[in-house]
């Protein structure tokens, strides 16, 4: 079956740069949610979209921006990295709805600041 | 407040046995779910168990099963008959809101418990 695809999986990036993490859902998916995960921390919620539209937003950065394209892949925008950015970050879809449908996550991007 | 909590930094377990990972949570909120994914040493983040906070029934997926005390507000899950691959931290994570057609929800997660099969 089809799975949640993260691209790139490994990023390095130096302070003050940009970066731009891909998430393409599951088919037929609706919602869309990034998650940042620090060294041997859990992971924590930033934004999700539901059809296209931004649905929910946690503790995303002033400095991150994200939207979900026609196509219903999903791009996270990093400007200004710190080394406090250096973590997993994942995409997770879902279909919309609660019940038993789960979030199924991506591999996950690993991004490095140098 | 910590909406999720793992008490469990790590535990270990032998080879066949069974073993079981706590988890509370808190909320307010009637409907709700709850989810155990598990995440090996090489980072993805694997579901496999969930549990809505009107099911009656304890849920169960092959050799998992969740230990559901709506009272208690606690969802342990249960791996029976343990296999080295079951190494990796485990999370438990809520949705709240999840009452049928209109969630949006994102997870919270609790901390997490590093499991450890030996043979």
């Known amino acids: 079956a089809a799975g949640v695809i993260q691209s790139p999986r490994h990023l390095i990036k130096e302070k003050r740069e940009t970066a731009t993490l891909k998430c393409y859902p599951i088919p037929r998916h609706d919602t869309v949610y990034w998650y940042q995960q620090g060294p041997g921390q859990d992971p924590q919620f930033l934004i999700s979209?539901?059809?296209?539209?931004?649905?929910d937003k946690g503790s995303i950065p002033d400095r991150f921006s994200a939207q979900q394209f026609s196509d219903y892949h999903s791009e996270l925008n990093m400007s200004s990295l710190e080394l406090g950015d250096s973590a997993l970050y994942f995409c997770?879809?879902?279909?919309?709805?609660?019940?038993?449908?789960?979030?199924?996550f991506g591999d996950g991007t690993r991004l490095s600041i140098l | 407040a910590q909406k999720i909590t793992q008490t469990q930094p790590g535990m270990f377990v032998q080879e066949k046995e069974a073993v079981t990972l706590d988890c509370t949570y808190d909320?307010?909120?009637?409907?709700?779910?709850l989810f155990w994914y598990k995440q090996p040493s090489s980072g993805e983040m694997i579901f496999l168990i969930y549990?809505?906070?009107?099911?009656?029934q304890n849920a169960t997926e092959g050799r998992y099963s969740l230990n559901f005390q709506k009272a208690r507000k606690s969802a342990n899950l249960v791996i029976s008959a343990s296999q080295l691959g079951d190494s990796a931290m485990y999370f438990c994570a809520m949705r709240e809101g999840d009452s049928g057609g209109t969630s949006y929800g994102k997870l919270t997660f609790g901390q997490g418990t590093i499991l450890t099969v030996h043979p």
């Open positions: 909320t307010s909120d009637p409907s709700y779910g």
């Open positions: 997770a879809s879902s279909l919309q709805g609660g019940g038993n449908q789960p979030q199924h």
């Open positions: 549990q809505g906070s009107y099911d009656q």
């Open positions: 979209f539901y059809e296209k539209m931004q649905s």
